[in-house]
């Protein structure tokens, strides 16, 4: 099962691809714009970002669909440029299954082994792959009998029989419903870990890059706006566009009056918050507080006291999840117990655990 004793701390893995200054426009629209990457060994990287800012363009551009307009891109040691996808040690699983209708499973799985000359009898490296998506039992079926999921493990299974160096994942799950979703992350980062392969998957979904990942970078318009472990993402986002797309936040705009190292001060609507803060604020500028609704307390009677009159009220199954208003800020907080729509509550709230962030551009 998973070898925990194998490192994958992002810092400390050797480097499997490297990127320096990828660009990629069509048109007058820059999709990719400028971007470097260090993608280390046996890592689970995930791109996170909204539609369009650019992730399936860089995969595609590791995979050898796409050209990049400038840059570099290097793997093991090895320029890919020029290097067509079929002879890229890179395989590709796509969000729509592609699996060929009139094959079945296993001739699906084992398609890319029997185009190689001189292949071995492909049967027990096909068994193997699907054994390791758990559809040892389904060899002899047609891609229209199988669900969702179990169409999506086989896209996998083929293409792992390869034993790809990196396999690029672009949101293979977003047609599947949540539950399966669910299982099936899970069982991906479990075979990426007993495999040792890295894995570069793409999602704009945040919970399924958090649950996989040793690194998500998240992009905005082409670029990358930070690059971090999911813990360092949600507590010290690199600026107000990543605390916003992360978890849910209210973000409080404010000058800044002070910093120290590691902290600042600002005058925001809701008073004067000194807070951890991220490095390189200048006294004078603008940043951002962020609020997650975790550094709220309903009727709470430590730290800063916030009176706000409650807005909205719904019901989440484990809590409420409450929406207040202060001094035209809208603050989201949970709670066992649903307050009256329209009353004024108070709110705790400890800056210690908030953070100072910068303003996204
Ligand atoms: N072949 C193409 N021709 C023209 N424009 C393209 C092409 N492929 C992508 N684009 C544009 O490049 C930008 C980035 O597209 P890309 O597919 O990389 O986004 P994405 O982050 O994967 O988005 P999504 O989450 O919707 O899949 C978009 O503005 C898109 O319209
Ligand atoms: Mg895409």
């Known amino acids: 099962m998973s070898d925990q004793s194998v490192s994958r701390n992002p810092a400390t893995s050797p480097l499997l691809l490297s990127a320096r200054g990828l ?6 629209n820059r999709a990719v714009d400028g971007v470097d990457l260090d993608i280390p060994e046996r890592a689970f990287t995930t791109f996170l970002g909204p539609s369009g800012c650019g992730k399936t363009t860089i995969l595609r551009m590791i995979g050898g669909f796409e050209t990049p307009d400038a840059g570099s891109l290097i793997l093991d040691g090895r320029s890919l440029v020029g290097v067509p996808p079929e002879r890229r040690p890179v395989n590709t699983v796509f969000q729509n299954y592609a699996l060929f209708p009139h094959l079945t499973v296993f001739e699906n799985v084992a398609f890319s082994l029997t185009l190689r000359r001189g292949a071995q009898d492909p049967a027990p490296r096909v068994k193997r792959a699907l054994e390791a998506v ?17 169409q999506q493990r ?3 299974a083929r293409a792992i029989i390869a034993e790809p160096h990196l396999l690029l994942l672009d949101e293979p799950l977003s047609a599947l419903d949540r539950k399966m979703r669910g299982h099936l992350q899970i069982e991906l980062k479990d075979l990426q870990r007993r495999l040792g392969i890295a894995f570069v998957y793409v999602t704009h979904d945040q919970e399924e890059a958090f649950a996989l990942s040793d690194v998500v970078v ?3 318009k082409g ?4 690059k971090a472990d999911p813990v360092t993402l949600y507590a010290r ?3 107000s566009f990543v ?10 705009e404010g000058e800044v009056l002070a910093c120290t190292p590691g902290n600042a001060t600002i005058a925001t609507p809701l008073g004067t918050i000194t807070a951890p803060a991220i490095e390189g604020l200048q006294t004078g500028g603008r940043a951002a507080l962020v609020l997650r609704p975790e550094h709220l307390q309903l009727d709470g009677c430590s730290g800063m006291i916030l009176t706000a009159q409650v807005e909205h009220v719904v019901f989440k199954g484990d809590r409420y999840m409450i929406e207040a208003g202060i001094a035209g800020v809208t603050l989201r907080l949970m709670s066992n117990r649903p307050p009256e729509p329209g009353t004024l509550i108070s709110i705790g709230f400890d800056p210690v655990a908030s953070f100072i962030t910068r ?3």
Not at 223 to 226: P, V
């Open 218 to 220: 998240v992009m905005n």
């Open 23 to 28: 660009v990629k426009s069509y048109g007058r």
């Open 359 to 361: 303003i996204a551009t």
């Open 134 to 150: 758990h559809m040892g039992e389904f060899g002899a079926r047609y891609p229209h009998q199988l669900s969702g999921g179990q």
């Open 223 to 226: 670029k990358i706006a930070q």
């Open 237 to 239: 986002p690199a600026d």
């Open 243 to 252: 605390a916003d797309f992360i978890g849910s936040a209210t973000l409080v």
């Open 154 to 156: 086989v896209a996998v």
